[in-house]
C-alpha cells in the first residue's frame, strides 16, 4: 500500500467520523474539525517564522500553497451546509497542512545549509587575511595580483549566498579556499626566500667591505676589476630580489660573494690561515644551505660554527696567530659535527 493511499484512508476515516455526525446536527463533531483547521493554522504559523528567516524559493511556494488550501478550508467551513462541505474543508485542510509541513522541511534544511556556506565562507575570509599580511610582507606584484583575485572572488561567493544561490556560493567558496591555501604556501616559500636572501645579502656585504679595506692597499688591478664584478653583481641581485626572482638573485649575490673571495685571495697571496678561514666560511656556507628551519640541533651547531669563525676573525685582524689557529681549529671541529648531522651519522 503506498503513502498516498494510506493517507486516503486515514483522511475519509477521519472525515467519516467528524462529519457523519453533523446529519444529526452533533456540534461536538463541527467543534473537532473546527480544532483541525486551527491545529492546521498553528503548523503554518510556525512555518512561516521559519521560512522568513530563509532564501528558499521551494519553502515559500509550499507555505503559499499551504496558505492558500487553508483558506479555502476555512471559507468552506464557514459557510457549511451540508456534508459535503464539511468533506471539502477537512481534505483541504489536512493538505494545507501537508503543504505547510513540507515548507518547514525545507526551511530546516536551508537553514542548515545556510550555516555550512556561512562557516566555509567565514573560514575563507580568514585564509584570506592571513594570505593578505603574507603578501604585505613579501616582494614582487604577482602574489598582491592572486590576492586581490581571490577577494573579488570571495565577494562574488558572498554575494550569491545573499541571494540564496547556496549551492553555487559553496562550490565558488571551496574553489576559493582550495586557491588560497596554494597561495598561503607559496607565499610562505617566497617569504623564506627573502628570509635567507637577506641573510647571504648582509653576509656577502661584510664580506665586499673587508675585501674593499684590503684591496686599497693590495695595489692588485685583477683584485679591484673582481671587487667592481662583485659590486655589479650584489646591484643585480638586489633588483631580482625587488621583482621577487628570489632564486635568480640567490645566484647573482652568491657569484658576487665568490669575487670578493677571489679578490681578498689576490691580496692575501698564500696566507695559510686566512685561506683556511676562507675554505672553512666556505664550507659553512654550503652547509647552512642544507640546514632545515625547523633542525634545532643543526641550526646550534651552524651558529656555533660561525661564531667561531667570527672570533678567528678577529684575531687575524689583531695579529693574534695562536689564538686564530685555535678558533679555526674549533670552527673545523664543529663543521665536522654539523656534516655528521646533515648526513645522519651524528653519534651524538
Not at 9 to 15: C, E, N, P, Q, V
Not at 92 to 110: G, P
Not at 147 to 160: G, V
Amino acid at each position: 500500500m503506498t503513502r498516498g493511499t494510506l493517507r486516503n484512508i486515514i483522511l475519509s476515516t477521519l472525515i467519516t467520523v467528524m462529519v457523519a455526525p453533523v446529519l444529526a446536527q452533533d456540534g461536538a463533531m463541527i467543534a473537532k474539525l473546527e480544532d483541525e483547521l486551527q491545529r492546521t493554522d498553528e503548523v503554518i504559523d510556525r512555518a512561516r517564522e521559519l521560512v522568513q528567516g530563509t532564501n528558499s524559493a521551494k519553502a515559500s511556494l509550499a507555505l503559499d500553497q499551504a496558505n492558500e488550501l487553508q483558506a479555502r478550508a476555512w471559507n468552506r467551513f464557514r459557510a457549511r451546509r451540508n456534508r459535503i462541505d464539511l468533506e471539502t474543508a477537512a481534505n483541504l485542510t489536512f493538505k494545507a497542512r501537508e503543504r505547510a509541513q513540507v515548507a518547514l522541511s525545507v526551511a530546516r534544511r536551508t537553514a542548515q545549509n545556510e550555516d555550512v556556506v556561512v562557516r566555509e565562507l567565514e573560514h575563507v575570509e580568514d585564509l584570506l587575511e592571513r594570505a593578505r599580511e603574507c603578501a604585505a610582507q613579501t616582494t614582487g606584484s604577482s602574489l598582491k595580483t592572486l590576492h586581490q583575485s581571490a577577494r573579488e572572488n570571495l565577494n562574488q561567493a558572498w554575494q550569491l549566498y545573499r541571494t540564496g544561490r547556496h549551492q553555487a556560493s559553496l562550490k565558488l567558496a571551496t574553489q576559493i579556499k582550495n586557491s588560497v591555501r596554494k597561495f598561503l604556501q607559496n607565499c610562505q616559500r617566497r617569504s623564506n626566500e627573502a628570509t635567507r636572501y637577506d641573510h647571504w645579502t648582509e653576509s656577502v656585504g661584510e664580506l665586499l667591505n673587508r675585501a674593499q679595506e684590503m684591496a686599497s692597499g693590495c695595489d692588485s688591478e685583477s683584485a679591484d676589476q673582481l671587487l667592481d664584478q662583485a659590486l655589479k653583481a650584489l646591484r643585480l641581485s638586489k633588483r631580482l630580489a625587488d621583482e621577487g626572482k628570489y632564486k635568480a638573485a640567490e645566484e647573482a649575490v652568491l657569484s658576487a660573494r665568490t669575487m670578493a673571495r677571489k679578490a681578498v685571495r689576490l691580496c692575501q697571496g698564500t696566507d695559510q690561515m686566512e685561506n683556511r678561514y676562507i675554505e672553512l666560511g666556505d664550507r659553512i656556507d654550503r652547509l647552512a644551505e642544507n640546514v632545515s628551519p625547523s633542525d634545532d640541533v643543526a641550526r646550534l651547531l651552524l651558529d656555533q660554527a660561525r661564531q667561531q669563525l667570527q672570533l678567528a676573525r678577529e684575531h687575524l685582524n689583531e695579529d693574534r696567530g695562536k689564538a686564530a689557529t685555535a678558533a679555526l681549529k674549533a670552527a673545523q671541529m664543529t663543521i665536522g659535527r654539523l656534516q655528521q648531522h646533515l648526513d645522519g651519522t651524528d653519534k651524538l
